[in-house]
């Protein structure tokens, strides 16, 4: 398959790169920030039922984000129920005080707690945003004589022991292909058998579009025999595996096919005993749902994780958008594909957020009259889609989020053709908002006080422009299974080339499908593209509320806010791949470049010395020139991104972003040398900690912890009190059931298979 086999080394090169202390890249610093999630006002103005449908909702959320750890590296579920272990037996306080005994310092055990609050908060041992491993900043040797000489070692020593002998090397391992998230030799993915390779992925790809399946609920697993013949397994998650059952849509999918020369074999049943824990609670909030619409959404949501149909979910999506303003919002499912090397297969993410019942008017209004101002974007009115869907908004706090926290709008098909929903997460973007000074990069100083007065104002206006007109609009071209085109062929013109469309998606392919590892990228930077050109409008700036010299500022902060992240994003590129680690920032980058393209002054990025000695970097905007050379440069970037999407030109789509996300060491800029200027400045992303719903009788409890490493702790060993110790031996039975396919012997621990 083109690459020679991968993984074979895996395990090689794991205790050597266990020595040295790791650089900062690949740590979490001891004074990370930490913020807690605090909706307990919300919560207070629910209702009896409605707690209980979100408790229920949030439980569903919980048990579904264990599935993260299977979906991330080999060892994330063995270093998830080790800690566990530990923190259930003795909190942190408790074991500090063996940790002490045992020889750490308190910066060392303060280092231990960041890690765990880290794998956490991420689900597993590799950034959630950047997709880069951390390691614990402390000796290991220190580390095992803790986990050893534990509480919980004493009570179970051979489990605890066998669990850190399958984990406590890749823990620490900074082995370069396992130093990121990727495919092949890129980096290592538990979403692929570790002898996939790129070529693997599109080839399985195409199978999948043959038989009309989506990627979104798979895994892939290859095996090769001893005739060097490839074959696959296509894995669907669901609770029912292979016993059998009512003939549905799916099990007439589950059969061996040849395609291509190759062989493909069509299971389910992955991540089934975790998946059965979503569908109990999903069933038990159904009883408390609100209305039609959502017992009918929680209906198609259970049939989908127990059949393994993402055709059922798209129907419970549907009920999710037609579920207009509910009191208790939620998304549950396989949505976000940014974490798939290859872009195609979602993280499993589970949100609940509480209507704010006095929420303002103002505001709402907002929504509704952005929702009429589609004819502002940059590109034709034949391949806009904003006539006949009315998107809805509501202003919430979030309850509980596994792993991203946001609902987030349903899937592209469902957009263009039923609609969709957006959310303000109040208290998220309060934790968002909170800015120090002293720690505001690569900005002059003039600059400071402005941002900081206007960050919050203007991301109001970014988020709400970024997702309700840039997400929720512009076409796709397709044509149906029976031949149907949604597009005029004779009269649709090209605004690129004054000519007739020349292609579009056939039935089966979607927008992931086809343009798949730039895909989600290509979407943030057309979103963000969008919040940026539109937010020059006033009509928007006067729906927002800002007029004269304040939506100026709005404006400017705006603007110099993406220029400034344009920079930061160099810390998610790997310069030994080539390659970007996070769609969000890879799309940033692509538009400071778009703007530096744009000359005439209007940005500058110039290396400088800071005060400390160090080097430094800044960034400058000329106010004076975003209407009159960003706003066309933006235009016309804009428009074309758009026209490559809506007619399915692969081709020209990865040439243009492609292009533009290169990273170089070409002047006036020097972005690789510049790279190294933002690592030695960089400020680690904060950890949230969250609250937990706790049923006593009949009545739902909210249990609230303190900001710290500590207190997130806390809040897990706290988050399953009734079957802890049975999900870390189900997250390590299916993690060892699988082990083969990375080449490494992580046999399950005594007691555990």
Not at 589 to 599: D, P, Q
């Amino acid at each position: 398959m083109g690459e020679p086999e991968a993984g074979s080394e895996f395990a090689i090169g794991a205790a050597a790169a266990a020595g040295p202390m790791a650089d900062t890249q690949y740590i979490l610093p001891n004074d990370i920030g930490v913020s807690s999630l605090d909706c307990r006002e919300a919560f207070r103005l629910l209702s009896p039922t409605e707690r209980l449908y979100a408790h229920h909702l949030s439980r569903a959320a919980w048990y579904g984000g264990l599935a993260v750890l299977l979906q991330t590296s080999p060892e994330a579920p063995y270093i998830y129920a080790l800690l566990s272990r530990l923190f259930r037996a003795q909190d942190p306080d408790q074991l500090r005080q063996h940790a002490l005994a045992e020889g750490l310092t308190e910066e060392e055990y303060q280092a231990f707690l960041v890690y765990a609050a880290g794998v956490y908060s991420n689900m597993g041992n590799y950034k959630s945003f950047g997709d880069t491993k951390f390691v614990p900043n402390l000796p290991k040797e220190k580390l095992e004589r803790v986990i050893l000489g534990s509480k919980a070692a004493q009570q179970h020593p051979e489990e605890v022991r066998g669990l850190w002998q399958t984990c406590g090397e890749l823990m620490f391992s900074l082995e370069s292909r396992l130093r990121h998230l990727g495919l092949g030799k890129e980096g290592i993915t538990t979403y692929f058998s570790g002898n996939c390779t790129m070529e693997d992925a599109k080839l399985a790809q195409d199978f999948l579009d043959s038989q009309n399946l989506s990627a979104y609920n798979t895994r892939l697993f290859k095996e090769v025999d001893q005739d060097g013949k490839p074959h696959y397994e296509v894995r669907l998650a669901s609770v029912l595996g292979t016993e059998p059952s009512l003939d549905t849509e799916m099990t007439s999918k589950l059969k061996s096919y040849e395609f291509q020369g190759s062989d493909f074999r069509v299971t389910r049943g992955d991540y089934a005993p975790i998946l059965q824990k979503v569908v109990e609670h999903l069933e038990k909030a159904k009883t408390y749902a609100a209305n039609s619409h959502q017992e009918q959404m929680l209906a198609q949501y259970i049939e989908s994780f127990t059949q393994g149909s993402i055709e059922a979910h798209k129907k419970g999506s549907r009920f999710w958008i037609q579920d207009k303003g509910p009191i208790v919002e939620s998304y549950i499912g396989f949505i976000e594909s940014y974490r798939d090397p290859f872009g195609s297969r979602g993280e499993f993410e589970g949100s609940v957020a509480l209507k704010k019942k006095k929420k303002k008017k103002k505001f709402h209004t907002a929504w509704i009259q952005t929702g009429r101002l589609c004819q502002a974007h940059a590109w034709p009115g034949t391949f806009k889609k904003c006539q006949g869907l009315n998107p809805s908004h509501s202003c919430l706090d979030l309850c509980s989020f596994a792993l991203v926290p946001a609902p987030p709008p349903p899937d592209d098909d469902l957009r263009q053709t039923e609609g969709f929903k957006n959310v303000s997460l109040g208290n998220v973007l309060a934790v968002a908002y909170a800015t120090q000074r002293e720690k505001l990069t690569f900005l002059e100083e003039d600059d400071k006080d402005l941002y900081i007065r206007w960050k919050g104002p203007s991301f109001d206006v970014q988020v709400g422009l970024h997702e309700l007109l840039g997400h929720g609009s512009g076409k796709l071209f397709v044509q149906d299974e029976k031949g149907a085109f949604n597009f005029d062929q004779e009269t649709v013109i090209n605004p690129e080339t004054g000519e007739q469309i020349q292609s579009w998606y056939r039935s089966g392919e979607t927008w992931d499908s086809k343009f798949s590892t730039i895909a989600s990228s290509y979407e943030e930077c057309r979103a963000e593209s969008v919040g940026l050109y539109l937010c020059l409008n006033p009509q928007v700036l006067e729906i927002f509320g800002f007029e004269g010299a304040d939506a100026e500022d709005v404006i400017y902060v705006n603007w110099l806010n993406m220029v400034r992240a344009g920079l930061l994003a160099l810390e998610f590129y790997t310069p030994e791949a080539t390659s970007w680690r996070q769609a969000h920032m890879q799309a940033r980058f692509v538009i400071l470049r778009v703007l530096l393209e744009a000359g005439e002054g209007l940005v500058s990025v110039t290396p400088t010395t800071g005060s400390d000695g160090r080097p430094d970097a800044r960034v400058r905007l000329d106010r004076g020139k975003i209407r009159s050379v960003g706003k066309p440069a933006l235009e016309r970037f804009l428009r074309r991104l758009q026209v490559l999407k809506s007619t399915g030109d692969v081709a020209g789509g990865r040439a243009l972003y492609e292009g533009y996300a290169a990273v170089t060491d070409a002047p006036p800029e020097c972005f690789l040398s510049l790279r190294d200027t933002v690592l030695l400045r960089k400020e680690s992303r904060k950890l949230i900690v969250q609250p937990n719903t706790r049923l006593e009788g009949s009545e739902v409890q909210l249990l609230e912890y303190e900001a710290s490493a500590a207190g997130l702790i806390q809040s897990f060993s706290e988050r399953f009190p009734e079957d802890g110790p049975e999900l870390e031996e189900i997250l390590t039975q299916l993690a060892s059931a699988d082990a083969r396919f990375w080449k490494r012997p992580c046999e399950a621990p005594s007691g555990q298979a």
